[in-house]
T-cell receptor, first 110, second 115 residues
Framework: QKEVEQNSGPLSVPEGAIASLNCTYS??????FFWYRQYSGKSPELIMF????GDKEDGRFTAQLNKASQYVSLLIRDSQPSDSATYLC??????????FGAGTRLFVKA | DAMVIQNPRYQVTQFGKPVTLSCSQT?????MYWYQQKSSQAPKLLFH???????NEADTPDNFQSRRPNTSFCFLDIRSPGLGDAAMYLC??????????????FGQGTRLTVV
């Protein structure tokens, strides 16, 4: 059973701080990795994707991938109250099949 | 704007009464997905299409069926809904080439209630 694991949280950070979200996956053959943000009652929306080991930055967001450790993370710099949401890690396991984690709830306190 | 549209947003159905959820897309993506998401849980992949090639997940109950008559439309049929099928049903599409390969674009979801 291919799995994607995340700490459910909630993770609480003050406004302006760095939020660090982590994810591990079980399928060593996974090639593509995604972070989605989901507000309560809404559908997920893509934040970032990463395919190669290392860091990928997009504005306030940085995704980090370590395939050897089967670990992917998302850093949110200068966190804002509007960043409060559930963050879903997703892993592409081949053939366009994508498995999601249950998500980490983030609260950014003003 | 190019997007993924699900209808209806909210659906109430009776226990055992067949129900169909619909999804349309203007992104012209070859891949379409149906996910089931229950409260505080991960979206669970039910099946996906790559063009007309249907891929069913091994643990998707036979009660769930899908149709994709053309690139733009995809339907989820629940033949005999049970109380445990109450959930948010998410349709998504993804591109099959280029940057962002596999990145999913979601519709607004259909919240299914079974009474």
């Amino acid at each position: 059973q291919k799995e994607v694991e995340q700490n459910s949280g909630p993770l609480s950070v003050p406004e302006g701080a760095i939020a660090s979200l982590n994810c591990t996956y079980s399928d060593r053959g996974s090639q593509s990795f995604f972070w989605y943000r989901q507000y309560s009652g809404k559908s997920p929306e893509l934040i970032m994707f990463i395919y190669s080991n290392g860091d990928k930055e997009d504005g306030r967001f940085t995704a980090q991938l370590n395939k050897a450790s089967q670990y992917v993370s998302l850093l949110i710099r200068d966190s804002q109250p509007s960043d409060s949401a559930t963050y879903l890690c997703a892993v592409g396991t081949g053939g366009f099949k994508t498995i999601f984690g249950a998500g980490t709830r983030l609260f950014v306190k003003a | 704007d190019a997007m993924v549209i699900q209808n209806p947003r909210y659906q109430v159905t009776q226990f055992g009464k067949p129900v169909t959820l619909s999804c349309s897309q203007t992104l012209n993506h070859n891949v379409m997905y149906w996910y089931q998401q229950k409260s505080s849980q991960a979206p669970k992949l039910l099946f996906h299409y790559y063009d007309k090639d249907f891929n069913n997940e091994a643990d998707t109950p036979d009660n769930f069926q899908s149709r994709r008559p053309n690139t733009s439309f995809c339907f989820l049929d629940i033949r005999s809904p049970g109380l445990g099928d109450a959930a948010m049903y998410l349709c998504a599409t993804s591109r099959d080439v280029g940057q962002g390969l596999g990145s999913a674009f979601f519709g607004q979801g259909t919240r299914l209630t079974v009474v």
